[in-house]
């Protein structure tokens, strides 16, 4: 089972360059699954239900987010109906919608899809390296294939997680810094891993925003509002191959496409 993830879509731009360039990787890659996390498509705080249903339409098969899904409060109503827009398994119960999904694949099986939020420099939420044990036992009764999008800050946190449940999940990619990290590996027991798959937005910015307003916000410690800056842009996502009756990944690769 071949499964693409793309790293976080950011405003206009991002969805954009999803337009132009998804369809290219389809037939390139020709993945079974198509994951990407979608927290920052709306204007880059959150997403809509108007956007997830549009990038659904483009050929993504499931979206995870983090901590951002809440900003649009539309968003929570979408959240309780459309189980592909998962939100991470450990925030506290009560909250819309889930933090898994079981997708049946046209040709590959069925494959899980898990998504957790850390907690180092981020909100206290429950443990997630008890929820990633809870729930890859939950999920691997339906699927040996388990793949984690782990929103994170820690380069330390996404790397211990990923140790932690070698060989329990298929992959773990690590999300939300929005800067592709070059230490792609599978790890001994069969997971695939990377601490940040990267962002699909703009080049020429600060994590997906203004490079003026984030240096503004550094020289003078107070708030400035972030916007998304025009100009070139780049597609960054992970291709991992996974073996669908195991569930252990064979080979996972860093992918980069600049508009």
């Not at 800056?229 to 496409?257: M, N, W, Y």
Request: some cysteine; proline content about 5%.
């Amino acid at each position: 089972m071949k499964v693409l993830f793309i790293g976080d879509i950011i405003g206009e731009p991002g969805r954009k360059m999803v337009r132009q360039r998804l369809r290219g990787l389809l037939e390139m890659y020709c993945p079974d699954l198509v994951i990407a996390n979608g927290e920052n498509a709306a204007g880059g705080f959150g997403i809509t239900p108007d956007i997830a249903d549009e990038l659904f339409f483009l050929g993504i098969d499931v979206l995870t987010s983090g901590n951002h899904v809440w900003d649009k409060k539309e968003i929570e109503p979408y959240l309780a109906k459309q189980d592909r827009l998962i939100r991470p398994a450990n925030y506290p119960e009560g909250n819309p919608g889930c933090g898994s999904v079981v997708i049946t694949t046209e040709k590959a099986g069925k494959a899980a899809v898990l998504n957790l939020e850390g907690r180092v420099f981020m909100s206290n939420l429950a443990d997630p390296f008890r929820v990633a044990e809870r729930e890859i036992e939950r999920l691997k009764k339906e699927t040996p294939v388990v793949i984690i999008d782990f929103h994170a800050e820690a380069t330390s946190e996404k790397i211990a997680l990923a140790w932690h449940i070698d060989g329990k999940a298929s992959a773990v990619i690590g999300t939300h810094t929005h800067v592709q990290t070059a230490d792609e590996r599978v790890l001994p027991g069969g997971t695939a891993f990377i601490t940040d798959a990267g962002m699909t937005g703009p080049t020429d910015s600060v994590i997906g925003v203004k490079k003026e307003q984030a240096i503004a916000r550094f020289l003078t410690q107070t708030p400035h509002r972030f916007e998304i800056p025009k100009g070139p842009v780049h597609l960054c996502a992970v291709v991992i191959d996974v073996d669908a009756k195991t569930g252990k990944a064979k080979s996972i690769e860093r992918i980069q496409v600049k508009s």
